[in-house]
């Protein structure tokens, strides 16, 4: 696309590249160049083009350039080019409505004069802006208005076809006849008068306006006439169609003969388009990236673009724009590929020479060096690391279906961390551990095999996984990974040592079998997991990233949350708490808002100061600890930082400014890694021209990330006088009070003084001090020795002229002896003159076979020091490799010290809080709040609420009843994230509170269908039950709202008494809301359960007109059973028509008659056959039922 501004005699560029793409307004697509109307209309200007590009080649150097604009059919055109030829042009600057682009045109051998220079310098900027060839660009425009070129189509006739004109008349050729010419003689006045009139109409070029088509047409590009595009003709590499089983979305099958017509950049172009299909190429020309065709739509409508003029659809940005740009197609769902060039022309050109070239062996080499998605993202030279906390996790998943249940083997990686999880276990019918899991670390990513799931688990992707990427991997073929598979590609690339040097990480050591030394047979258990981690290894692969991820990669075994119970003893009999950490599956996750981004609890606790911090308290509430020990060392971390509010805020305002350490350890892995520096990875010979500034990013990062350590070693000081253990072991360095805070003073201290930091934040280049590396050092040593042999040899020629000598000129014509002019006379023969100076000091220029020397052996000595230096950033990023436990030793003690000071910053801000005391596993576990609120809710506003449940006086069921609206599910919601709270360590917002550890919260709250499952209201509450009953422990929370309402009444009814007795049987801490007042009646003598409500206050309740009925809710939890719901308030809450809430209320008293008319007649025959003893109590029952029934006359 995108080439700098020619300027031609006397003008200079009045639009730039950041110009354009900054102010070019939003296209009008109705005004676009519309493709060639016919062919007959073609074929005649082609074969006018060809008869002026005949006569224009006889009459003009090739090396001269010009504007490549529309040609007429017309002959007189061909004069007029004669002439133009002669003088370069400026781009044509479209107005507002139109397409902008520009062409050049170059003859072949000066292909890719587009910078291909590494570092170019100012005056080559102009060149490295160019386009690679305009030859290529040309062919590429005719090429592609036809899928097959015509036999009669001439490789002079290149030019682009524009018939836009209503008179069929190419617009630019008007300007080219206006365009004046430097007359052959005349006097120098003359010329210089024709060169200014010829800039003053070079500014009012600018302003030339292309006519374009009025009709209101939809454009139609070449690529949308392509016959091997068209969705009824489209096939892959392999030749199948999108209805194939084995069909593969991510190649193209492009036909050879349409490859063969195409221009060698072209032809390269759809080579890696037709491998990489699914991905958007940036391609890089010079010192852009270009997008063409399809990939140009996506720039248009994505990234705000602008059509560039011309046949085909192109557009462009600068390669410093390459961060933001992939960025914004990445979070959109895009997989972008980042195609660079991968040699200079000088290179080509050697290439060329050592082998018998063809033409399409004639274009620079380009390669993909990096494909990113959502689930790929790596911070590498040319992306900044992302201001957002969250992993962006990748998750492979294998399933082996076993009838009723499935068994999972799963991999999740972060790749711009490098962790690896992988395991494998047995799920239920309902996917609840995969579920549990998903809600843990919810992926961008899902990588599965085809074919190869089952329905329930198809299920989950199309409901709880429909927003994410999926790719499809081959379930057949020499691309199938397996178990084995895996473990060879690991034991031959990474770790190749047996025996005693046997290298494998402890969990992947863990999954081979005890039977195979060499490690290359998988265990029984893990087959599936090792299948997944095989998966991920082969997509990073396919995207160019092994070679950056597996280097730096960490592995770790996932267990399921709820896996660690015994495996064949009934839950319910299991006395003693098995667990370290307390489960939280993913409904209780949703249910309870325990994570997410507004109103969570996530999202009230986090005062954390640094990305890491934030990571790691997702985890903790996500997992809540089960270790007492563990929780009292923090709750009293937390109370010391409460009593230390100036250290508490000293330590906050110290973290805030530190950047994300994890991701930024593991870009400087990457900048360190000899596998892609060396010629193992498409980008170490990637020609990339900001280097220089993605070497000063590099060291500027690497320098602030020092800076950050350096800081950080302020911590064991600042908490020297630390009360409590876990300060203590965070904050002090080893040895001093048992703490394990790492000592860095020492490596600090190298990298300070292994370089020059002002110098390399300056020129972006690592000089090292002497003596700290001894290549460099040598390589100065020989520069220093030829700088001294110089000047000796000066010193010597200006005795030999008797005056003085100076040395003139730079880079390859450096050392030359500049002498006077009047002492010149002596040079003899072995002086070659190479110039001479005129004025008043006159002098001549000669070089001697010395000189010549000298500069020789300065240009190797460069040279080698070049090379010693670029290694040298390297190394440097290595050696602070090399240290990675110890860093991460520090990033882990300032991480759990974040989330404690953010804990604090929550307790400092509360108007009530507390330590929660908790206590180890009971007999019978318990819970007593006194006044507790809900975390996430504003406490000036909230009525906080207590409850007793397990205790001596109460029991641990609560049968939970009261109005519609009265604060049931809100108290439920509050007690499990207290909870929650209280086990992660944290200060709670309540006047007290005591219990014992929960193990799990069980939720069954709220009532949705779930329609993409096909899962009515009814079965999505019973699921969510059966869990409950399944894995529910004597030690469990358990949350159920409402249980059967999604039912007939009596069928409802029947559940809920069933389940409500199973817990109360269970022992477990339940709190179970209702509005079937039967089960009151059920239970209201059970020992095992005790009655609540949520207290209210009613006016006029005994009217007959149930719209003058006033509740008011109090929001109390109190003792004993509400006796109705008071559904007619919420009606007239809900604003229903008064007629519609009378006549309702009528039929609830004809419906509640009749209900108690057969519970009268019950109690009648009941009494009249019972005990006469009881025949009294049994009467005096009969008279409230009889009282209530004559209140339901209405």
Known sequence: MSKKLNTSAGGTPTNTLFNYFAKSP?????????????????????????????????????????????????????????????????????????????????SETDFSEDGSDYEPNEKDAAASEESESGEEEKEESETEEEPTPKKHRKKSAKNHINNNNNNNEPASKKAKLDEPVLAAGGTFLEKLQQLQSNAKKDAAYDDIVTVTSNLDEPVVWPHQKLEFLQPDKIKDKAGRRPDHPDYDKSTLHVPEKFLNGLSPGVRQWWILKSDNFDCVLFFKVGKFYELYHGDADVGVNELGFTYMRGEFAHSGFPEISFDKMSSILIDRGYKVARVEQTETPDMMTERCKRIKPTKFDKVVAREICQITDRGTQVFGSQCAIRPNHQPNYMLALVEHDEGSNSKYGICFIDTSIGDFHVGEFKDDKSCSRLLTLLSHHMPVLLLHEKSALSLRTQQILRTVLGGILKEQLPSSGAQLCSAEKTLKLLAERYYAGTGAEDNWPLVLRSMQSDTDHLGLTPADPFKLALKALGQCIHYIAKCKLEPKVLPMARYQLYVPPDEQQAENIPSAVIATLRRSHMVLDATTLSNLRIIGEEHSLMSTLDHCCTKFGKRLLHHWLCAPSCDLSVIRERQEAIGELLRRPDELQELRALLAPMPDFERHLAQIHLFGNKRISQADHPDSRAILFEEKLYNKQKLRSFMAILKGFETLMKLPSMFRGSETSLLKRLTQLPGEEGGSFPDLSKQLKFFENAFDHDAADKTGVVAPQPGIDADYDE????????EQRLKTYLIEQERHFGCRVIYFGSDKKRYQLEVPETHAHKANKSYALEGQVKGKKPARRYTTAETKALLKDMQQAEDARNIVLKDLARRLFEKFSNHYEQWKQCIDCVSTLDVLASLAEYARQQLVICVPELASAQAQPFIELE????????????????????????????????????????????????????????????????????????????????????????????????????????????????????????????????????????????????????????????????????????????????????????????????????????????????????????????????????????????????????????????????????????
């Open 26 to 106: 939003a296209i009008d697509k109705k005004k676009l160049t519309p493709s060639i109307a016919n062919e007959a209309q073609k074929e005649n200007l082609q074969i006018g083009k060809s008869k002026e590009i005949k006569k224009e080649t006889e009459s003009k150097p090739a090396a001269k350039r010009k504007l490549a604009v529309s040609e007429s059919p017309a002959d007189e055109d061909s004069d007029i080019e004669d002439k133009i030829g002669k003088r370069k042009r400026k781009r044509i600057v479209v107005p507002e409505s139109e397409s902008d682009e520009e062409y050049e045109s170059k």
């Open 931 to 1194: 006044e507790g609120y809900h975390p996430c809710v504003n406490a000036s506003t909230y009525i906080p609420n207590g409850l007793q449940l397990g205790t001596a006086s109460e029991a641990p069921l609560s049968l939970l009843t009261g109005p519609n609206m009265g604060g049931k599910s809100t108290l439920m919601r509050q007690v499990g994230l207290l909870v929650i709270m209280a086990q992660i360590g944290a200060h709670i917002p309540a006047a007290s509170c005591r219990l014992s550890l929960v193990d799990r919260i069980f939720t069954r709250l709220g009532a949705q269908d779930d329609i993409l499952a096909g899962h009515s209201t009814f079965l999505v509450e019973l699921n969510e039950t059966s869990l409950i009953l399944k894995h529910a422990t004597s030690h469990s929370l358990v949350l159920l709202d409402e249980l059967g309402r999604g039912t007939a009444t009596y069928d409802g009814t029947a559940i809920a008494a069933s389940v409500v007795n199973f817990l109360a049987n269970l022992k477990c801490r339940t709190l179970f809301s209702t509005h079937y007042h039967n089960l009151i009646d059920f239970f209201h003598a059970d020992k095992r359960i005790t009655l609540g409500h949520m207290a209210c206050m009613v006016e006029n309740e005994d009217n007959t007109d149930p719209t003058q009925e006033t509740v008011t809710f109090l929001y109390k939890y109190t003792a004993g059973a509400c006796p109705k719901s008071y559904g007619f308030n919420a009606a007239k809450l809900a604003g229903m028509p008064q007629g519609i809430i009378k006549r309702a209320y009528e039929l609830s008293k004809k419906v509640e008659a009749i209900a108690l008319q057969r519970k009268i007649t019950a109690k009648i025959v009941a009494a009249s056959s019972g005990d006469v003893d009881k025949k009294q109590m049994k009467l005096n029952n009969l008279k409230d039922l009889l009282q209530q029934l004559r209140m339901c006359h209405v």
């Open 779 to 786: 390589v100065q040593e020989r520069i220093a020795d030829i």
